[in-house]
């Protein structure tokens, strides 16, 4: 005897000039979970403020399960359990995807120019292109990375310029040590912002007993200062030090 089969309804907006993404997504979420969705889209505004009025909503889209309404996008995923409630949302993903890309891309250079995938410059590389893109977190919002790193930075504390600086500063030096170019510039900047760094996360974290969020990937992730935070400025500062001792590849 075969399975009842499961129906979803789903309403949400879809006009000539903007089709809701949230709407799209929840379609998607109810197949996967193997629903027959009967699609309603919403092309007018005016049927779209109809819908919202009759069902006491403010928001499309809008699930529907047997006679029991769902919610939105959100609503759906907590549903179904793909969002658990937490009292933290702490994660090192950001951390872990910049580290693992960074690597990649210097394993596959390595392949590229020398054949080989583990050379003394993929270890050069995967530094300077984890800065990099640690660097290019933070320019998305430089506002944003400013305020959080001004709350454990000791010379940001002091000079709020700096803050506004520092994601250019490590961008140029990681840019200029992929390449070891102008190392009388990169090597000064890796020294200086990694050390300064460095202390003030270690002030923070081991001396303070601070807990609080770091600025090391940007202002909208979660990632608590510690470890991550020390390990970047550190990196920069073996990489500085690196390139002193061995000028020439």
């Not at 392949?111 to 800065?131: C, D, H, K, N």
Request: proline letters at 5%.
């Amino acid at each position: 005897m075969s399975k009842p089969q499961k129906t979803a309804r789903l309403y949400r907006m879809a006009m000539e000039n903007h089709v809701c993404p949230y709407g799209i997504k929840s379609k998607w979420v109810l197949e996967r979970e193997g629903y027959t969705v009967e699609d309603h889209p919403l092309t007018t505004r005016e049927a779209t403020d109809a819908f919202k009025a009759e069902h006491g909503v403010k928001t499309t889209p809008q699930s529907f399960i047997g006679d029991e309404r769902i919610g939105g996008y959100t609503d759906l995923r907590k549903h179904f359990g793909y969002d658990k409630e937490t009292t933290s949302d702490t994660s090192y993903r950001p951390v872990i995807a910049v580290f693992a890309v960074g690597a990649a891309l210097a394993v596959a250079l390595s392949l590229f120019v020398y054949q080989a995938p583990f050379t003394i410059r993929t270890g050069e590389w995967f530094v300077a292109f984890s800065m990099a893109m640690l660097a290019m977190l933070k320019l998305q919002d430089v506002e944003q990375f400013s305020t959080m790193f001004v709350g454990y930075d000791l010379l940001g504390k002091k000079w709020v310029p700096y803050a506004y600086a520092y994601p250019f500063l490590e961008a140029t030096a990681a840019v200029l040590m992929a390449g070891r170019v102008l190392p009388w510039l990169s090597i000064p900047i890796a020294l200086f912002i990694g050390t300064i760094g460095a202390v003030s996360v270690f002030y923070a974290v081991y001396i303070q007993k601070r807990s609080i969020k770091c600025a090391c990937v940007g202002g909208s992730a979660n990632v608590p200062l510690g470890f991550v935070s020390l390990t970047e400025n550190l990196a920069m500062i073996g990489m500085a030090i690196w390139m002193l001792l061995r000028p020439m590849v």
